[in-house]
């Protein structure tokens, strides 16, 4: 069983908490000014455990270690399949973890421990060996012969990467970032949000023992205005893969063209529509709307926070809803039957609420409903409620979204790129498409 006592999170007795410091250079150490910052269990306000705070000599020297290990170590240099074998040992590593990682996460998120450890976890071990499985698989072209010359294409790992991930999954950002950064041979340093650093150390201390060589995988916990920034505006990184609010993308990109016009890709907020019409099972579609915005208590940048219903089922899908969501259970995320954790302080990012906030708006056609869907700076994701073909294809193709979901939602697959139009930034993560962003392209060109 998964309880919390005054030192952290404890299954089966074990203390999870075992992790405090920067992960740098494969090894634990404290921070260059020795400070510390506490992080806080959402559901008591208790002080779970005092981390060490990375600061932007801390992020130098993590950076110093992954370009030592990107121009003179390894794993580069490895072929793909020996990569993929260390990923896999990884994730082995990590299925023998798994309540541990569960419980780490519910503590420092206030998420639904049976969640992380049915789903969160188990899905950091599907991507790895999902990034694994395609090392060895990155290949260039042999291009068109002229008369004169002869050309083919290299894919080489793009160089030191820099992670800056948000809170609200703190396993999923993991792995979304650091599974096919390294499949393709990068090295980095990955901040993890300051409210939710444990299970990311926990993880880099798991890669250690897989075999991943020292200086490939930095961990620096810390905060966004100052080991943040120390990374977008750092002279020595290629890259900086970014998940977080649209404010804070901005920024990023700002500090990227200010200092070295590093690489940027960026997975920002959303405001997602979810469009039901009149032939849609109303219970199902109810469902739907329900999951699509208490799903981790709304803090999901796929919400589907802006809910458009046919005028023929309005009545009865708004009912089912409100009955729908007074039976939603909340409560302790440690408890099975609950289906929705404490609520963390708010924030809200720009017209963003990030919280199980609804607005729900009748329409009348499907131009109406494409034209309210696309009204907004954002395009994330999208949902489609129907039995009709066409009108599914129809709007598919009309909404300036990454994702659509039809008759479904919040459906990820690792082989499905994920990532945002508009104002949701851009560059993908999930699918071939994320280990092609941590590649780049040389042309050789040689006379025949
Ligand atoms: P945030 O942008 O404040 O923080 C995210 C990360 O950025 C944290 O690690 C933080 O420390 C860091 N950061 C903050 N300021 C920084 C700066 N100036 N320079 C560098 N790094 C900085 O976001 P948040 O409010 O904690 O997270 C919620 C947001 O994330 C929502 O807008 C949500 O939609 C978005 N999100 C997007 C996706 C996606 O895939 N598109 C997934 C999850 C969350």
């Known amino acids: 069983t998964a309880t919390v006592n005054g030192e952290g999170a404890s299954v089966n007795n074990i203390p999870t908490v075992k992790f405090t410091q920067l992960f740098i250079n494969g090894h634990f150490v404290d921070s260059v000014l020795g400070k510390r910052f506490e992080t806080i269990d ?57 309540e541990e990682l569960a419980a780490l996460d519910a503590i420092d998120a206030g998420k639904l421990y049976h969640m992380c450890k049915a789903v969160e976890v188990p899905g950091a071990t599907k991507s790895l060996r999902y990034y694994a499985g395609a090392a060895d698989k990155i290949h260039g072209e042999v291009l068109k012969m002229s008369r004169e010359f002869h050309a083919y294409t290299l894919l080489e790992p793009i160089g030191v990467v820099g992670h800056i991930i948000p809170w609200n999954f703190p396993t999923t950002m993991f792995f979304i970032k650091v599974s096919p950064s390294l499949a393709a041979g990068c090295t980095m340093v990955l901040k ?76 920002l907020g959303g405001k997602s529509p979810l469009i039901i019409f009149d032939d849609a099972d109303v219970d199902k579609a109810a469902e739907l709307a329900l999951l699509g915005i208490l799903f981790n208590k709304g803090e999901v940048c796929v919400a589907s926070s802006r809910v458009f219903v046919q005028e023929g089922i309005y009545d009865e899908f708004e009912k089912k809803l ?9 409560g302790d995320p440690f408890d099975p039957k609950v289906q929705q954790g404490p609520q963390e302080d708010m924030l809200i990012a720009q017209d963003e609420i990030f919280g199980p906030v609804m607005a729900l708006k009748k329409f009348k056609t499907i131009e109406e409903a494409i034209k309210s869907a696309n009204n907004t700076k954002y395009g994330l994701a999208a949902g489609i409620v129907t039995k009709n073909l066409d009108i599914a294809n129809t709007v598919s193709r009309s909404i300036r979204a990454g994702t659509i979901w039809i008759n479904c939602y919040l459906a990820f697959e690792d082989d499905a790129p994920f990532g945002g139009y508009k104002m949701s930034g851009f560059g993908k993560d999930h699918g071939l498409d994320a280990l092609y962003k941590y590649l780049q392209v040389k042309s050789v060109i040689t006379p025949i």
């Open 192 to 267: 993890p949000a300051e409210q939710t650093p444990l299970s990311a150390l926990y993880y880099a201390h798991l890669a250690k023992l897989a075999g991943i060589p020292d200086g490939v995988l930095n961990v620096v916990p810390g905060f966004g205005a100052i080991a943040g920034a120390a990374i977008s505006s750092h002279m020595d990184i290629d890259k900086v893969s970014f998940t977080g609010s649209t404010k804070t993308g901005r920024e990023i990109m700002q500090a990227a063209a200010k200092s070295n016009l590093k690489q940027v890709s960026l997975e």
């Open 42 to 98: 959402p559901r008591t306000g208790e002080v779970i455990a005092r981390i060490s705070e990375g600061t932007k000599e801390d992020i130098d020297i993590a950076v110093k270690a992954a370009r030592q290990a990107f121009d003179l170590g390894p794993w580069p240099r490895l072929s793909g399949s020996e990569r993929g074998k260390i990923l896999m040992k990884w994730a082995d590593l990590i299925d023998q973890h798994t």
């Open 322 to 330: 409100v009955e729908k969501a007074k039976a939603w259970v909340v």
